[in-house]
Structures are given as structure tokens and as C-alpha cells.
């Protein structure tokens, strides 16, 4: 069974920074796509950015040159590191694995003010 642990959100001021992180169990994690998608309250939940088990990533436009997505496969881990992050990027944050189906992180809030 494939489990994933997120941590990492807070609170943010306007321009700062915060990494997210995703722990991984239960999965040969080095042939697995990792991303995060969020949710702001009230909205639909949208992807945020992947990374491939070959490593090719890809971002959703609101976020591109801000954010970026690796990955440790020794760790079991990915990793969204958010630079310049706005109160827009005011969310909560779902880690997932693609393997034969979707498997959820817990969630973790990020909350960024001005």
C-alpha cells in the first residue's frame, strides 16, 4: 500500500519562501510521477507541478520560474520548493504518486499574506 507524507507549509510573508516536502512508502518510487496539486478555499483543486521518474517536470503557468519540483530517489522524497510566492498561492497542497492509480498526501497548508 503506497503512502505519502507531506510537510513543510506555514505562514509566509508576501516574497518569501517555503519547501515542501513528500515522503513516499509502499511504492518503487523511482518509476513513480510525484507532483502537488492545491486547493484554495471555495475553488477547484489544480495541478501545481509533476516530475516524472525519468525527471522531466512540468508547471502550471502561474507558478513557473517560482516553484520548482525534484526529487530524491535515494529519499523516497519530492520536493516543491516555492520561491517568490504570493498571497494567490494561498492553498492547501496535495503531494501524489502516479502508479497504476493516484495515491494522496495528507494535504498541508500553505498560506502566504501581504
Known amino acids: 500500500q503506497v503512502q505519502l507524507v507531506e510537510s513543510g507549509g506555514g505562514l509566509v510573508q508576501a516574497g518569501g519562501s517555503l519547501r515542501l516536502s513528500c515522503v513516499a512508502s509502499?511504492?518503487?518510487?523511482?518509476?513513480?510521477?510525484m507532483g502537488w496539486y492545491r486547493q484554495a478555499p471555495g475553488k477547484q483543486r489544480d495541478l501545481v507541478a509533476f516530475i516524472s521518474s525519468g525527471g522531466t517536470t512540468n508547471y502550471a503557468d502561474s507558478v513557473k520560474g517560482r516553484f520548482t519540483i525534484s526529487r530524491d530517489n535515494a529519499k523516497n522524497t519530492a520536493y516543491l520548493q516555492m520561491n517568490s510566492l504570493k498571497p494567490e498561492d494561498t492553498a492547501v497542497y496535495y503531494c501524489?504518486?502516479?502508479?497504476?492509480?493516484?495515491?494522496w498526501g495528507q494535504g498541508t497548508q500553505v498560506t502566504v499574506f501581504s
Open positions: 501524489y504518486a502516479l502508479g497504476s492509480a493516484y495515491t
Open positions: 509502499g511504492t518503487i518510487f523511482r518509476t513513480t510521477t
